[in-house]
C-alpha cells in the first residue's frame, strides 16, 4: 500500500489556497506594471493593489488606510516595528520584547538599538507585568509582542495590558492572521501571506491612523505610508486567500482544535516526551513536543523517510546549531523536538497514520542510543 | 542584549561539588542527556551527579531531563578549564 505523502509544516508555509491561485492567475495578466504611473496599465496595477486593500481591510476588521503591503512578513515586521521606533528617537533606541518573539523581531530590535528583553512562563506566554515595567525603562521606545507563539502555539495577552508613558506596542501576528481574530490594543501589526495560504513575498502590515510612524529605511517622504515594492498579482491572491480562510476559519478552526487535542493526548502517552504550549489558549493548528534521548535531525529524517514533512526547534536540526530560543525560555526540552502544523485539509486519517508511526521511530532512535 | 528577568545565577564556595563528572565535552545535543539517563542509576538515591558539557543546548536541557525524569538539577558551575558542570542529584 502507498500513501502520499503528508505536509504537516504550515506554521513554516501554508499550500497555496484555491482562491489565491485563481486569483494568482487573472491578476499576472493585468498586474504587471508599476502602480505609481498614470498610464492605463498602471492603472489597472493599482486598481488591482486597492482591490486587495479593501478585501484585506474588510477581513481583518480594520480601515483601508491602516492597510499597507509589503515583500514579505520580515518586512512587514522591520517597517512596523522600527517605524513606530524610529518616530520616537527623541526618547532613545531600545525596544523591550519578549523572549519568545520571532527571530525576525529579535534581529530587528538587535539592529536597531541595545533591547530589552522579558522572559515567559513555562506555557511560553509573555510574563506581561515585566513586559510593562521593561517598557518604562530610560530610553524604551517601543514594545513588542507577538499575537501567537510561531513554535508553540500559545495565545498572548496582546491588550490585556496598558504601557504606560505613551510607549506605543508593535504586534507580530504572522503566526495567526486569518486563523484567529486580530487582538485590539496595538499600534502597528505584521503578517504574512505565505502562513495563511497566500503567495510568498507578501507582507501586510496595519498601522494605526493615530500612531506616529516614519520610515525607519531610506525613503524620499519619510512619513509617506504607501505600499512597500510589491508584487502585485501576489498581492491580490494573498487579500483573496485570506478573505477565504477568515470565512472557513470557523469550521477549519474548529476542526484543527480537534485533531490537535487528539495529538496532543496521544503524544502525551509515549513515554518521556515534554508536549508544550497551552493545551486551551493555543493556534488552532499547532502543536510542538519533544523526546527525551532523541536525536532531532534523526526525528525529522526518519519521519520524512515515512512520507511526513514536519519541522523541528532542535539544534542539530537548524543551520545555526543553536537550540530553540522560545523552548530554551520556556524551560522545555529543546532537544527531539518536532512542530507539527495541520493544514487546511489534513484529515483524520492522516492523524491516525502519523500517531501510528511515531511511537516506533521514536523508540528506535533511542535504541540507537542505548536506551 | 540585556537579561532582564528573575532568573539569577549565583555561585557559592559550599555548593555542592559530585564525585563523578560525565566528560561529554564536545558532544552535541543530545548526548550529554543519554550520557546522564544511562549513568544516572549507578550512583546511590540522594547522591550528586555532574556532566561537563559545552553544548549550549545541554544548559536547557539539563534541568528539563530532571523535570521530567523526576530528579533534581542543582547547580551549574565551572569545571577548572572553564567547560560548565552541571550537577543533578538522583532522587528516584
Known amino acids: 500500500m502507498t500513501n502520499a505523502p503528508v505536509y504537516l509544516d504550515t506554521a513554516s508555509s501554508e499550500p497555496l489556497h484555491p482562491a489565491a491561485r485563481a486569483t494568482l492567475l487573472a491578476a499576472l495578466e493585468h498586474g504587471y506594471a508599476d502602480p505609481r504611473r498614470l498610464h492605463g496599465p498602471g492603472r489597472n496595477a493599482r486598481l488591482l493593489l486597492d482591490n486587495a486593500r479593501e478585501v484585506v481591510a474588510e477581513a481583518l476588521a480594520v480601515r483601508r488606510e491602516e492597510v499597507m503591503f509589503t515583500s514579505s512578513g520580515t518586512r512587514a515586521v522591520q517597517l512596523g516595528l522600527l517605524g513606530l521606533a524610529a518616530a520616537r528617537t527623541d526618547r532613545g533606541r531600545r525596544i523591550a520584547h519578549s523572549a519568545v518573539e520571532h527571530q525576525a523581531v529579535t534581529d530587528a530590535a538587535n539592529w536597531w538599538g541595545e533591547p530589552v528583553e522579558v522572559g515567559a512562563d513555562g506555557e511560553g506566554r509573555v510574563y506581561d507585568g515585566d513586559l510593562v515595567e521593561a517598557s518604562t525603562m530610560p530610553g524604551v521606545t517601543v514594545a513588542a509582542l507577538q499575537s501567537a507563539n510561531h513554535e508553540v502555539g500559545t495565545v498572548q495577552p496582546v491588550g490585556a495590558f496598558p504601557l504606560a508613558n505613551g510607549v506605543p506596542l508593535f504586534v507580530d501576528a504572522c503566526a495567526s492572521m486569518g486563523r484567529l481574530p486580530l487582538p485590539e490594543g496595538w499600534d502597528a501589526l505584521a503578517g504574512s501571506a505565505h502562513k495563511w495560504g497566500g503567495p510568498s513575498g507578501v507582507g501586510v502590515l496595519l498601522v494605526r491612523r493615530r500612531a506616529r510612524w516614519t520610515n525607519p529605511f531610506p525613503a524620499g517622504d519619510p512619513l509617506s505610508r504607501a505600499d512597500d515594492h510589491v508584487d502585485v498579482a501576489g498581492t491580490l491572491a494573498a487579500a483573496a486567500a485570506l478573505q477565504a480562510v477568515v470565512a472557513e476559519r470557523g469550521e477549519v478552526g474548529a476542526k484543527q482544535r480537534a485533531l490537535i487535542d487528539l495529538i496532543r493526548a496521544r503524544v502525551a502517552d509515549i513515554p518521556d516526551v515534554d508536549v508544550v504550549g497551552d493545551p486551551v489558549d493555543r493556534l488552532p493548528h499547532l502543536v510542538t513536543f519533544s523526546f527525551l534521548y532523541v536525536d532531532g535531525e534523526a526525528l525529522v529524517t526518519e519521519l520524512d523517510r515515512l512520507g511526513f514533512g514536519l519541522a523541528s526547534g532542535s539544534a542539530c536540526a537548524v543551520d545555526t546549531r543553536e537550540p530553540s530560543r522560545v523552548l530554551a525560555a520556556m524551560g522545555a526540552l529543546t532537544h527531539g523536538n518536532i512542530r507539527l502544523s495541520l493544514t487546511r485539509e489534513t484529515t483524520r486519517e492522516d492523524v491516525e497514520r502519523f500517531l501510528a508511526v511515531l511511537p516506533g521511530v521514536v523508540a528506535s532512535i533511542r535504541e540507537r542510543a542505548g536506551l | ?92
Open chain 2, 1 to 92: 542584549m540585556t537579561a532582564y528577568s528573575s532568573k539569577l545565577t549565583i555561585h557559592f564556595d559550599d555548593d555542592p561539588w559530585p564525585e563523578r563528572v560525565l566528560d561529554c565535552r564536545g558532544q552535541l545535543c543530545p548526548a550529554p542527556i543519554i550520557a546522564l539517563g544511562r549513568h544516572i542509576g549507578e550512583v546511590a538515591v540522594g547522591e550528586l551527579l555532574g556532566v561537563a558539557a559545552d553544548d549550549p543546548a545541554a544548559r536547557h536541557d539539563v534541568p528539563a531531563w530532571a523535570r521530567m525524569r523526576g530528579q533534581e538539577f542543582v547547580v551549574e558551575r565551572p569545571a577548572e578549564d572553564g567547560v560548565p558542570v552541571y550537577v543533578v542529584r538522583r532522587i528516584s
